[in-house]
């Protein structure tokens, strides 16, 4: 009874938050003063409970778009600005566009408005968009694939101010399409304000007995014109009483409890700001951080509770261990997909993603309402929450730092990427298989140099796989990385790519980063090794057979020219 009366308590506030959020508030846009006034709330919620919460400010682009008028020949159809969309009017020849591959090729006058069917994914719509403005067109109509609804976020490009841009849904876009070769007249509106350009986080901190410490994070902006219920107020509200349950308690690890601005606009790898920021604001003691726990998009009346976990395998075992009551899928994550948790994973920092999977048919929607949360559920949700915190919150770091007399080898993140394509460069210069082929047939193939093709996939390696990349530092300089991969059906783990600064040869951080590696695959519960190299690189070769490698087979590589 005591656990019945405590989750509809906790229900009760629940509905609270996200009434206040979502109807009071309402849309909370990146950058705009209800996305502050959301902000400051929040706050005096953490400021009530005890805690002395703080508002830290930071750069971003603002959403002050307030309405929009799209007119042809007399008649008014309903539209939504687009969220970051500059003010402007235009009239011009109305043109179907089709679809992003189709708009490519289509011919339209200066000062045209188009329409645009969008099939591709966000990256690809928005440098179409980028395009089209530059080649002349004056505004944008984009359809949400939806009847009776629009996404205010189909597009979210704030670098876009030539040409003002609406959506709408599917139904007005056939209305519209009556009106292909005539004039039609589209107009955006937008206020500016002292916050343009600014969003925060509000952080409460529950202080540890330990160095250690953990974030818990939940945004509470909502995308452009969407009460943003689901998206994210309920998530706000779970934060808020795990908050309110733990304040008082003691444990090893300091709690921050982050309510993140800005996710909804994500920038152009889709991450949440607030959370980038914090990252970034906490980089000098990321050696001590435990984990991220991200809850976002909670609370759906038909969907399926998930627990996302992404990081090495003691953590990941860790987070399985967690006494939780709701039926949570478990399903690790090592992809990059950016939001809240995209920003630990930038930075290396494994992660906990409380979530509910849904159709999302309200998401980045005005449909986005109250009626749609499941206040019960999300109060469950509290219960695992505050469980996983409290289970975590008594273990140090799961991502090891090595240190040796000259540099430390650690997880690699987002920013070593540069870095690592410098040293691949110039240490991959003698012994590239890339370059000796390009060196045979004496020409760059494809018109890019071999190192450009190298230096692709160690990117896209980073990104989908952080976790399974160090860098070794030295004096803050990066001087060398490793990577490594996992055949899980054959249970044998390899050595990727390696390489060490050419200035900084020969002083044992090669050996050093293969020792941190070999430790990180046993993690993983490999025991089985492998790792090939030429046969020209014999510093490689004579690396791995100290490191206990048996020479086994050696194979040749052909070229033919005509």
Known sequence: MNGMRK????????????????????????????????????????????????????????????????????RIFCSTPIQFS???????????LGDEEMADSTDFKPGAVGMLMPVAGLFDRQRLVRELAEKGLGGLVIITPMTDTVNGKIVRDPTQQRMPLVTVTHDVAESLMR???????????????????????VVATIKGTGPHWIAVCAHYDSASSSPGALDNACGVAALLAVARRLHGTNHKATIHFIASGSEEYGGMDMTGRGMLTFFDRMRDDLENCVCLIDIDDIGHKIGTPICYVAGPKPFREKVASAPVTLRHLFKERRKFEG???????????????????????YYHTPKDTIRHADFKKVAM?????????????????????????????RPARFEDIPSICDITGKAFEPVSLARMRQDFFSERLGGRNWCEYKCQELEE?????????????????????????????????????????????????????????????????????????LGVDIAAQRLYEKLGYMRYAESIYYLKKG
């Open 7 to 74: 989750q509809f308590s906790a229900a009760g506030y629940i509905r609270k938050v996200v009434r206040r959020l979502s109807i009071e508030i309402g849309p909370r846009a990146p950058g705009s003063p209800a996305e502050l006034e959301a902000a400051q709330w929040i706050r005096s919620e953490f400021d009530a409970m005890g805690f002395s919460a703080e508002i830290n400010q930071f750069e971003s682009p603002s959403c002050t778009c307030v309405g929009s008028k799209l007119t042809a020949e007399g």
């Open 86 to 96: 500059p003010a402007g009017n235009v009239a011009g020849e109305f043109v179907f």
């Open 179 to 201: 009106h292909v070769g005539r004039i039609v007249e589209l107009t955006v509106t937008t206020t500016q304000s002292i916050h343009d350009g600014i969003s925060q986080n």
């Open 339 to 361: 939001g809240d948790n995209g920003a630990a994973h930038q930075f290396g920092v494994p992660y906990v993603w409380f979530y509910d999977h849904s159709l999302k048919t």
């Open 381 to 409: 949700f509290v219960d695992d929450i505050e469980a996983m915190t409290r289970h975590l919150a008594d273990f140090g770091p799961f991502s090891s730092y090595m240190r040796t007399e000259s540099v430390t080898v």
């Open 461 to 533: 390696f980073c990104h989908q796989r952080i976790y399974q990349v160090v860098v070794a530092e030295s004096a803050g300089r990066v001087v060398g990385y490793a990577t490594w991969l996992f055949d899980a059906k054959q249970g044998i783990a390899e050595i990727g790519n390696n390489a060490v600064h050419p200035e900084f040869q020969g002083k044992g951080i090669g050996k050093a980063m293969q020792k941190e590696i070999e430790h990180r695959m046993r993690e993983e519960g490999f025991t089985k090794f492998t790792v090939n190299t």
